[in-house]
């Protein structure tokens, strides 16, 4: 199906192990996004990309990586998994810079870190 | 800093008329966003604003004011799906988003 989707869905992992999320989308959109988002706050960026090759640290990077190898797939990996990185996490991408551009949202990660 | 306020909830009632209002201050203005987000699924776009004055879409109208840092979303005609949070983001002078916390709205019968 055409979208942005993430994989898994729900994840639960215990403190020090590493975790990655999947996010892939089919639009060929330039910029994809990272974003947790908890109880009380807005949704706040992780990472983000311009294109392939290109990434570049949000408002909350530590304690993450990211690569994009190819313009479609953006995984977000948690290198030692802590309590504080419990979350949901969504994936976004647009066509172009945010400014102007609505952004697409995948269904969401929810992950626990126990 | 840079800072976005919503208030947290809001009740109306089915049929009726809500203004959510947002509040920002940023450090540069390069547009403010509206998303939809229902319980447990992804935020979805609504709507755009980038100069005065109010955009209406449908039920859905958005309303910007820069000079004050302020702007609604005015929801008519209420119906129970609206039930949603409502999200106000708004775009700096580093073209980042800044999201607010976003609105509760509960919608009674």
């Known amino acids: 199906d055409a979208g942005i989707t993430q994989s898994p869905r729900y994840k639960i992992t215990e403190t020090g192990r590493q975790v990655t999320l999947m996010c892939h989308q089919t639009?060929?959109?330039?910029?994809m996004f990272w974003y947790r988002q908890d109880l009380g706050h807005g949704l706040r960026l992780i990472y983000y990309?311009?294109?392939?090759?290109?990434?570049d640290k949000g408002e909350v990077p530590d304690g993450y990586v990211v690569s994009r190898s190819k313009t479609e797939n953006f995984p977000l990996t948690l290198e030692s998994a802590t309590r504080s990185q419990t979350s949901v996490y969504f994936c976004?991408?647009?066509?172009?810079?945010?400014?102007?551009?609505?952004?697409?949202f995948g269904p969401g990660t929810r992950l626990t870190v126990l | 800093g840079q800072n976005i306020d919503q208030p947290t909830e809001m009740t109306a009632t089915e049929g009726a008329i809500v203004q959510i209002n947002c509040t920002y201050q940023?450090?540069?203005?390069?547009?403010l966003f509206w998303y939809q987000q229902h319980a447990g699924e992804a935020p979805t776009f609504l709507s755009y604003?980038?100069l005065d004055g109010l955009e209406e879409k449908g039920r859905f109208s958005s309303f910007l004011s820069r000079s004050k840092g302020y702007s609604y979303l005015l929801l008519k005609e209420l119906q129970m799906k609206d039930s949603a949070s409502y999200l106000c983001?708004?775009?700096?002078?580093?073209?980042?988003?800044?999201w607010g916390a976003g609105t509760k709205l509960i919608i009674k019968p």
């Open positions: 940023t450090s540069g203005f390069n547009g």
């Open positions: 639009w060929s959109h330039s910029y």
């Open positions: 604003n980038v």
């Open positions: 983001a708004v775009t700096d002078s580093n073209y980042q988003l800044i």
């Open positions: 990309s311009a294109a392939a090759d290109i990434t």
């Open positions: 976004a991408s647009s066509a172009a810079e945010a400014s102007y551009n609505e952004q697409f």
